[in-house]
């Protein structure tokens, strides 16, 4: 089965932009929701919990694997340029993940063509939308049968270890969505953006972030916040940290929040008025800064769609 | 490029389910990370050649490994302490 096909279900909704179609001068947001039941506070731009951050970091330190074996068949080579946690690891692991805003933040279960399977990050902008990374819904593998739309997800919203406050909702390839320039001309890191089209309206009850697209001078004073599920960590526990923009690019928000393998798909947000507003999706870990694809206007547009 | 390989525990048993994500690579790499399958097997696609650290993890257990990537495939096998 191809995916190119206009008869392929998994036909991207939106084709690629130019770059005439980005409008950054163009500033627009869509409300956030906070569900049903408890929710926290907030005033300024982090998270209540920052509040908090020192002692967590003593408690929640970064994993020393300095002592570990070096195993395998490896062979050691030149220096490496990448790191996902970037200096001393201040994540923080949020335990009240049943209240709003954690609840939004979904654990993903990624079977992939093939069965493999792989762990990430959405969040919730609608009642039956959850956004994530374009490459936990289409993983390039080009000439292997993991190639292509993933079979299913299993989103487990607010999810706390073994605990799923919300339970779990198992999403099909057919309710996935993503665009052309990832699925078919990719894989292109601008363009690496997804969603999911749940069966039910869960979102109704955890609530969801707004989003939006800020021109380079609104965005680039801004604190960024990112909260997803590390694969560092204890198996699907929620971890929190914020940082200032490090720089942006058309299509690409970069920032100093360590992150790891399964948090892809994580909203990178701001919080503006009281409200959360996700600016772009997070998706790589880079040498001296993490990043995300960029909620621009073609992407904002792409949200509201799936969200209708 | 794949690095695939299995994850074991002390006694040479498969690990399945272990948590198996590139910690540092010469290019930026998606923040995904793979499980194990049911005989401790994964295959990761990277898009570069190069050296990568991977980080694995099981339930109770972590452990890493730094891999060199100059072919097609390369082979690795992990051991989780105990």
Same mark, same amino acid.
């Given at each position: ?13 939106q ?23 408890? @929710? *926290?506070?907030?005033?300024?731009e982090?998270? &209540? ?6 002692? /967590?970091? +003593?408690?929640? #330190? ?10 395998g ?12 946690v ?16 954690w609840?939004?933040?979904c654990?993903?279960?990624i ?7 792989w ?56 309710n996935?969505? @993503? *665009? ?6 990719? &894989? ?6 997804? /969603?999911? +089209?749940l069966? #039910? ?21 801004m604190t ?10 204890p ?20 920032y100093t ?22 600016v772009a ?7 001296s800064?993490?990043?995300?694809t ?5 992407v ?9 | ?19 198996v ?28 050649p ?33």
């Amino acid at each position: 089965m191809s995916e190119n096909t206009v008869e392929n279900p998994h036909t991207p909704v939106q084709p690629e932009v130019d770059d005439t179609d980005e409008q950054l001068d163009v500033e627009v947001v869509a409300e956030a929701s906070s569900g049903e039941g408890e @929710s *926290v506070a907030v005033i300024g731009e982090v998270e &209540p919990v920052i509040a908090v951050s020192a002692e /967590a970091a +003593v408690a929640e #330190t970064a994993p020393d694997t300095s002592a570990l074996r070096p195993i395998g068949e490896a062979t050691y080579g030149a220096a490496i340029t990448t790191e996902s946690v970037l200096g001393p690891d201040t994540r923080i692991q949020i335990n009240n993940t049943a209240d709003y805003p954690w609840r939004v933040h979904c654990s993903l279960l990624i079977t992939a063509n093939d069965g493999s399977q792989w762990i990430g990050t959405g969040w919730f902008i609608g009642p039956k939308t959850v956004v994530t990374a374009g490459h936990c819904v289409f993983i390039h593998a080009p000439g292997t049968p993991r190639h292509g739309w993933v079979q299913s997800i299993r989103v487990m919203p607010g999810r706390n270890g073994a605990t799923l406050p919300y339970g779990s909702v198992t999403v099909p390839r057919a309710n996935l969505r @993503s *665009v052309t320039g990832w699925t078919v001309n990719g &894989p292109n890191e601008e363009y690496d953006y997804g /969603a999911m +089209v749940l069966p #039910t309206p869960l979102g109704n009850t955890t609530g969801w972030f707004g989003f939006a697209n800020y021109s380079d001078a609104t965005l680039q004073p801004m604190t960024v916040n990112l909260s997803g599920y590390p694969g560092d960590k204890p198996a699907g526990t929620q971890w929190y940290q914020s940082s200032a923009i490090a720089a942006l690019g058309p299509r690409k928000v970069y920032y100093t929040i360590d992150t790891f393998g399964g948090q892809s798909g994580s909203a990178v947000y701001v919080i503006k008025d009281g409200s959360r507003y996700g600016v772009a999706v997070h998706a790589y870990g880079g040498a001296s800064s993490n990043s995300g694809t960029r909620i621009t206007k073609p992407v904002f547009d792409n949200f509201q769609l799936w969200k209708s | 490029m794949i690095i695939q390989g299995v994850v074991a525990d002390p006694s040479g048993q498969p690990v399945p389910g272990a948590v198996v994500m590139v910690a540092a690579a010469p290019v930026p790499v998606p923040d995904i990370a793979a499980l194990t399958d049911a005989t401790g097997r994964f295959s990761i696609m990277v898009s570069a050649p190069g050296t990568y650290r991977l980080l694995i993890r099981g339930a109770n257990a972590m452990t890493e490994t730094t891999v060199s990537v100059h072919t097609e495939a390369v082979e690795v096998r992990a051991e989780l302490p105990g």
